[in-house]
């Protein structure tokens, strides 16, 4: 009872740069975030219908902007391993969805921490025909070697794993950045306090770690040093020890209010 729209760039393959995402078959022709807000818009508005009306402009415009730096980094960094040396091939892309359906489906994917479990409690909605989970959820995977791998090289995966998920951590701050651009490093920052404002989900899973943040969309940050706290408050998904990931998934949820307002771009 949803709907899902698949983007994956696959190396050597006929169309491996996807016109929603690249304005040219070139790996230095990712769309530029006006740009890809609007290939983002149309992908939304076929997912989501007429729920899309209540997705803020900001939050589209945060999400052109983290897009857009996310596939800069792809193809500056996902291309070669942490030792920079080519892979023989790579994958990246987008998984975008629409779910309205019964929250029961999803009960067992929050309970790994308390923290979770109060967000799903909250943003589940009570129907005629029982509790549903109304939102849009969007996915962006590469098969690189990892956030920290290609900030840090593979030495981050070589100590502890508090000293990696305090790096991973670090690479999510404001104008951290890993590509020779100016101007980069606001990705994670500019879909961060979107998703605060609009009480939304995110996840990242690479390396040895899959760490989350949520906000019940009313912090009242009371100076900036909160505001940047609070964004990042990233915590374990589980208690679990994981495997040394390939790539990276960063999965965000942005749960669907009847009451929220309409896009400010239309």
């Not at 491996?16 to 995402?21: G, K, T």
């Not at 009480?199 to 009313?218: K, P, Q």
């Not at 009242?220 to 909160?226: F, G, V, Y």
Request: glycine share 8%.
């Amino acid at each position: 009872k949803g709907r899902v729209i698949d983007l994956c760039c696959i190396s050597g393959a006929k169309r491996q740069y996807l016109a929603p995402l690249f304005s040219s078959r070139d790996p230095n022709s990712v769309k530029d975030s006006s740009e890809m807000s609007k290939s983002l818009i149309e992908i939304f508005k076929e997912i989501g219908r007429e729920d899309f009306y209540n997705l803020e402009g900001e939050l589209l415009k945060g999400f052109g902007v983290f897009t857009c730096e996310l596939f800069k980094n792809t193809q500056e960094h996902a291309r070669k391993d942490e030792n920079g040396m080519p892979y023989p091939s790579h994958v990246e892309g987008i998984i975008s969805s629409y779910v309205n359906s019964n929250a029961e489906l999803y009960k067992s994917d929050f309970i790994s921490n308390p923290r979770l479990k109060e967000y799903y409690e909250s943003k589940i909605e009570l129907k005629s025909n029982g509790e549903k989970l109304h939102c849009i959820q969007i996915s962006f995977f590469d098969t690189g070697p990892g956030i920290t791998g290609r900030a840090f090289g593979k030495k981050s995966y070589e100590g502890s794993l508090s000293d990696e998920k305090e790096d991973l951590i670090s690479c999510l701050q404001k104008n951290f950045t890993s590509k020779n651009q100016s101007g980069a490093g606001n990705g994670y920052p500019t879909i961060l306090n979107q998703l605060r404002k609009v009480g939304g989900l995110i996840r990242i899973r690479t390396g040895r770690h899959c760490i989350f943040n949520c906000f019940s969309g009313n912090e009242l940050a009371s100076n900036i040093d909160e505001k940047d706290a609070e964004l990042l408050n990233f915590e374990s998904w589980s208690e679990e020890d994981l495997a040394l990931a390939a790539g990276t998934v960063v999965s965000i949820l942005v749960p669907l209010r009847k009451e929220s307002g309409q896009s400010s771009l239309f």
